[in-house]
């Protein structure tokens, strides 16, 4: 068995990103499109707590901080937004939410 | 010294004018009140003014008003004798006017305004006498062409009165142009823009101007064309008439008309200076123009045309005079012109009140018996007019003739001519309007009112008088060199000094008085156009100036503006296509604006990825 390196880290954190970026990308409904963005936050997190230990570098840890902190509040306010839509529109589908054209 | 009064002369109508128009202006009886007493006021302190100068009061007063580099301009209050007599002219004349006015544009909506432009007018008019330097005359030139315009366009309702405004104000403004560029040479050349100032200058060094002093003198001459309706800027007068009767009276006969002939009095030491040819060219211009005016008053049926083409005659007499270089005939006759040419508007103007806006003289008759009292005034201003021993006319065409016989005798003849020429037109009016059949019924309010009565006398025993009271030699000693001293009251001095002119002067009354009596002492239409149709058609046509003008503008005009027509489609053609490309890349990019959420994020992933390989490849 290898030890584990920061290359494993990685790897993971990517697959994590990826998986993250798929679900944003062609899942429908709000909801779990959010929880997909919030794993792809993680994934950063991750790749910021591995290259913190590994480099003997804080500096990353202070940053997965800041980034849990914002992402709490970003949740708040993002599904405080997404229950707003729903009490409007009657529906959380990506498909019914394209009034972002000419 | 009174400091204070010439300025309350210049400055009281501009207070009722501001008066007038900030709170009045719903108020005719004392917007009428304040108008008509400043004018009077004014016209008693010019007489007082007149008074101090010959206990010898300062000529001049001035006081900084700007300076911008080498140019100093002061605002300045000339007193000299010329501008005392115009003060007085303005005024005096300017008050008959008014008080005619309470009357005659009663029940007018635009009553008020009248008033307040007749003011504003006033003041205007005394600023361009009083002026001692360019600029300040400019300012006061262009603002006396501002209330010509207002009052034109009095009604302006009426499309030909609005027309005729628009001509006027365009018209001053190319001779105004001639005469900006010659403030600008003489200032160029002297540096300074004083007349006081520049008349020193060149009396220390008469070549000053050099190989630019006829030049100089031309621009300058300009502007008086342009305001004076001379040939070739004579074709707004006419025009002018669209505006109520005492606007004609007084703006257009009187006063501001005579502006070009008093700037070339004010300045005529510019046209002495050595080299100078322009005089030559005034003379030529002033004795055509007389020609001119006077041929087509000839076969003019409305009243006001043919007093308006009168004014332009006698106005071309006045410039020819200037041109002789005998500026105190010219203002002399400046100042008869203004009493008996006021007198016959306003009486032209009771007439058209009597007949109910009718100005066709052929639809008039026999108003002898009808309105007796403009019928005798309306005749003494023709006598005067006609230079008529010994009224006032007389006297100040005489001089003008004497002067024309000295220096050149095609001028003299054109001048004996244009003098049948008026008597012929004038006693065609008298006999068409006084005489005769009536042709229509009078109209609703023959003439009662006192207010129309008053002026017209005043105007009438001044235009009888006006010979007597030695304008001639109150002026003269502003020019030295043309100096002749006569007693003040010689009724029969022309006789000795000039015989030639005098009797020739009385012998064209003869001639055309007879004339005229053959031609229309019975007459139901006119006579003329049956008898020489070509010569008519030619007079009635104005010698086609207007249509002339038309057609040299729609050439100089148009023609420039389609070679620019045609860069503007060239430059349109390539905003055009800078547009097309714009709006067809807009269009094809719009084919990825799709308002899906995920597809954004998704080419933004691939973005991301693009880039992202670019980099870590390279």
Redesign the interface.
Request: cysteine-free.
């Given at each position: 068995m290898t030890p584990i390196g920061l290359q494993h880290y990685l790897v993971v954190s990517v697959l994590l990103f990826c998986l993250g970026l798929l679900g944003v990308i062609v899942r429908r409904n709000l909801l779990v499109i959010y929880m997909s963005l919030e794993l792809m936050l993680n994934a950063v997190n991750l790749a910021l707590a591995a290259f913190s230990r590994f480099n003997n570098d804080l500096d990353g840890q202070v940053i997965v901080f800041f980034i849990i902190t914002v992402a709490a509040s970003e949740v708040a306010v993002g599904l405080a937004l997404i229950v707003a839509l729903y009490r409007r529109r009657q529906t959380t589908h990506v498909e019914d939410l394209a009034a972002l054209k000419l | 010294m009174n400091l204070p009064l010439p300025w309350l002369v210049l400055l009281l109508p501009l207070m009722a004018a501001v008066v007038i128009t900030l709170f009045l202006l719903r108020n005719p009886r004392f917007s009428a009140l304040l108008s008509v007493g400043a004018v009077l006021v004014s016209f008693l302190l010019s007489a007082v003014l007149m008074g101090e100068y010959f206990y010898g009061s300062a000529p001049e007063i001035a006081v900084r008003w700007l300076q911008v580099g080498r140019l100093r301009v002061d605002f300045g209050l000339c007193l000299d004798p010329l501008s005392l007599l115009m003060l007085l002219i303005v005024t005096g004349v300017g008050a008959a006017i008014h008080i005619y006015s309470v009357e005659h544009v009663r029940g007018d909506p635009g009553y008020t305004r009248f008033f307040a432009c007749m003011s504003l007018f006033t003041f205007s008019m005394l600023g361009v006498v009083v002026s001692n330097n360019f600029i300040q005359l400019f300012v006061f030139w262009e603002l006396v062409g501002l209330c010509s315009y207002l009052l034109i366009g009095f009604w302006f309702q009426r499309p030909a009165a609005a027309d005729a405004a628009k001509k006027a104000f365009l018209t001053n403004r190319l001779g105004d142009f001639g005469f900006l560029t010659g403030i600008i040479l003489v200032w160029a050349l002297s540096g300074t823009v004083s007349f006081a100032g520049l008349k020193q200058q060149l009396a220390i060094n008469p070549e000053l101007f050099d190989t630019m002093a006829t030049v100089v003198g031309l621009l300058i001459f300009c502007g008086a064309v342009g305001k004076s309706a001379q040939f070739p800027l004579h074709v707004w007068l006419p025009d002018a008439m669209e505006g109520p009767t005492p606007v004609s009276a007084f703006i257009h006969a009187a006063t501001m008309v005579a502006a070009g002939v008093y700037l070339l009095c004010r300045v005529f030491f510019i046209f002495t200076v050595t080299g100078s040819g322009a005089l030559h060219v005034v003379s030529w211009i002033g004795g055509l123009t007389a020609l001119l005016a006077a041929l087509i008053a000839l076969q003019q049926d409305d009243i006001k045309r043919i007093l308006a083409y009168s004014t332009i005659s006698q106005l071309g007499y006045m410039v020819m005079a200037v041109g002789f270089g005998a500026p105190p005939a010219a203002m002399f006759h400046l100042t008869t012109h203004a009493f008996f040419k006021a007198l016959l508007f306003l009486g032209a103007g009771a007439v058209i009140h009597a007949m109910s806006h009718e100005q066709n003289i052929w639809m008039m008759g026999r108003l002898r018996d009808k309105i007796p009292l403009t019928y005798r005034t309306f005749l003494v201003g023709t006598l005067a007019l006609c230079g008529v021993w010994p009224l006032s006319g007389f006297y100040s065409k005489d001089a003008i003739l004497a002067a024309a016989w000295h220096n050149s005798k095609t001028l003299f003849a054109i001048g004996e001519l244009v003098a049948f020429l008026t008597t012929f037109y004038m006693f065609r009016l008298v006999f068409v309007v006084f005489f005769g059949q009536p042709k229509s019924p009078l109209g609703q309010h023959p003439q009662k009112s006192r207010l129309i009565a008053y002026p017209l006398v005043v105007l009438a025993v001044a235009s009888v008088l006006g010979g007597f009271i030695g304008i001639t030699q109150f002026i003269a000693p502003l020019f030295p060199a043309v100096t002749e001293s006569a007693p003040v009251f010689a009724p029969f001095e022309p006789f000795k000094a000039a015989p030639t002119a005098a009797w020739l002067g009385l012998a064209a009354f003869a001639a055309g008085l007879a004339a005229a009596f053959l031609c229309y002492a019975r007459a139901e239409s006119d006579p003329l156009p049956a008898k020489l149709p070509g010569l008519s058609r030619l007079l009635r046509g104005k010698f086609y100036f207007d249509e002339f003008y038309a057609e040299v503008i729609a050439l100089g005009q148009d023609a420039p503006a389609a070679v620019l027509n045609g860069f503007d489609s060239g430059i349109k053609l390539l905003v055009r296509l800078v547009h097309g490309t714009v709006e067809l890349s807009g269009r094809l990019l719009?084919l990825a604006?799709?308002?899906?959420?995920?597809v954004?994020?998704?080419l933004l992933?691939a973005g991301v990825a693009l880039v992202l390989y670019l980099m870590l490849t390279h």
């Open positions: - | 719009r604006q799709t308002g899906g959420l995920q954004y994020t998704l992933a």
